[in-house]
């Protein structure tokens, strides 16, 4: 879809607008059309990145599926929302996005990955678990594509043919058309479990699309990983790119066919669309491979927000965290949330009324939940302006100081140089500040212990080895690990 903006339909049927939010997983703020990759075919997110408003220093202040979730849907941090590692649920009293807007008299539909219900990852959700969302089309956790399934309202199940991907694109088309008919707001939450791996469960042909090119890797990516580092197959950087850049392709055209259906029915106009990711993929650089690392592969995550005739296209400089989404998109809605929220409100930067800001976002990632248990970086605090990043490990010792505007792939350590020790120095002030506001310096066994959430720990490790063991030896079984 490359229409200028002439050409999108415009409906003025209410003044309440719609919200359509999609969340990918485990895509990294450097692989679009937009943000300068040219190998990645994005042409519908380049769209969205000259409609609305471009963040470039988007951050998940957990980068793990399951924590950047919920601060995602709630406003709050980790600990505060339960779910502070993966495969541990999120407390449903929590106040969401989607109980703000049924109160507003949006009807909130959910489709997709949810990950937020604990182990073991096929379970139903309950009603009293979803946060509040009215319209249920999801699934706890899959990322077997090519075996996709949904969970309906009433928790039966359906299996999904083909791509799922593309059914769960399907479901929100079919939704849409109902919706438009019936002329009330609507809020759809589309939630892909792609790029994230496996990198080659993919429609046929798509795989090879990608190794027929000549793929470039990121300047800091490892040929070896680092010791403890696995994936779920024999580690390839130029394979693993090019199913990751194949899965960013179909994830591209699963929302042009949802900016299409919108423009048809007259209501991309009346819209507010929110595209960004629950976290980034190292894909080797550094040496390590997923998530739940303060690098910028793993921390900074693309985001996009466009509402046509409000929201002003062009770059945000401002940095923000997923915490501060979901009072921003309401902000944007005229809405807030009744109780106290850790994210901000930054609907006045999105809409152009408050000029760029100078603003640090606190990344942390407590608990060395499943592969990061074997590495040397246990648990760690971090904090960045989009300019600067100081990250430290949780005895407060500095692991790296970086000039991400200068050094975008932080080959670069300057902790040591004496050049940098005031900066070093302001960076750890500012980090403190959140550390005791948020969590403290405090063994991450102890931090679960403090929270209540040890014994739910205790389940979701034991859960975590039989699922994964199974996992790998049916991917096998399958051909597509």
């Known amino acids: 879809m490359n229409n200028s903006m002439k050409e ?18 485990q895509h990294r703020f450097c692989d679009t059309g937009y943000a300068g990759n040219p190998e990645v075919e994005t042409p519908n997110l380049d769209w969205l990145s000259t409609a609305g ?34 495969d541990l649920p999120i407390r449903p009293e929590c106040e969401s996005i989607a109980t703000v807007l049924d109160k507003a008299g949006y009807h909130t539909a959910y489709f997709g990955k949810w990950h937020l219900g604990g182990p073991p990852r096929d379970a139903f959700i309950s009603h009293y678990n979803r946060l509040g969302f009215q319209y249920w089309n999801a699934n706890n956790c899959n990322h077997d594509y090519l075996h996709g399934y949904y969970d309906d309202n009433n928790n039966i199940r359906h299996p999904i043919e083909g791509y799922a991907p593309a059914g769960e694109t399907e479901l929100v088309l079919e939704y849409l058309e109902k919706a438009h008919k ?16 496996p990198y080659f469960a993919l429609p046929e042909g798509e795989l090879e699309r990608y190794q027929k090119k000549k793929l470039t890797l990121r300047g800091n990516c490892e040929k070896k990983l680092l010791q403890g580092e696995r994936g779920m197959d024999a580690y390839e950087p130029e394979r693993y790119y090019a199913g990751y850049y194949a899965h960013i392709r179909q994830l591209d055209l699963q929302i042009g066919r949802i900016l299409d259906e919108l423009k048809k029915l007259e209501e991309l106009g009346n819209t507010i669309v929110v595209y960004t990711s629950d976290h980034g993929d190292m894909l080797g650089s550094h040496g390590y491979l997923n998530k739940q690392m303060y690098f910028e592969e793993s921390s900074h995550v693309p985001l996009l927000i466009s509402w046509p005739g409000h929201i002003p296209g062009g770059k ?26 850790d994210g901000e409100d930054l609907s006045d930067v999105v809409l152009g009324r408050e000029p760029e800001r100078e603003r640090f976002v606190y990344l942390y990632s407590y608990v060395p939940c499943h592969q990061a ?17 100081l990250a ?10 970086y000039h991400t505007q200068e050094d975008p792939l932080q080959m670069r350590d300057l902790q040591l140089e004496e050049a940098y020790a005031p900066k070093k120095q302001e960076l750890l002030e500012k980090l403190d500040e959140e550390v005791h506001s ?10 679960l212990c403090q929270h209540g959430l040890d014994s739910l720990w205790d389940e979701s490790e034991a859960f975590f080895s039989k699922y994964f063991s199974k996992f790998y030896t049916n991917l096998k079984k399958t051909g597509k690990g």
Not at 392 to 401: A, E, I
């Open 8 to 25: 999108v339909g415009y409906l003025e049927k209410r003044s309440a607008p719609n919200l359509v939010w999609i969340l990918s997983d």
């Open 392 to 401: 430290v490990d949780q005895k407060r010792t500095v692991l790296g100081l």
């Open 373 to 389: 248990a074997a590495r040397r970086i246990s648990s760690w605090r971090a904090i960045t302006d989009g300019r600067w990043m």
């Open 316 to 341: 945000r400089e401002t940095a923000v965290g997923l915490v501060d989404l979901a009072p921003t998109v309401l902000g944007l809605l005229g809405l807030r949330f009744e109780g106290q929220t």
């Open 53 to 86: 408003a471009e963040f470039e220093a988007a951050y998940s202040n957990c980068p793990l599926c399951v924590p950047a979730r919920g601060c995602l849907w709630t406003g709050l941090h980790a600990l505060r929302h339960g779910a502070a590692a993966n």
């Open 182 to 197: 019936k002329q009330e707001p609507f809020a759809v939450f589309l939630n892909f479990g792609i790029p994230h791996d």
């Open 438 to 447: 948020h969590d403290g310096y405090v063994d991450w066994k102890i931090l």
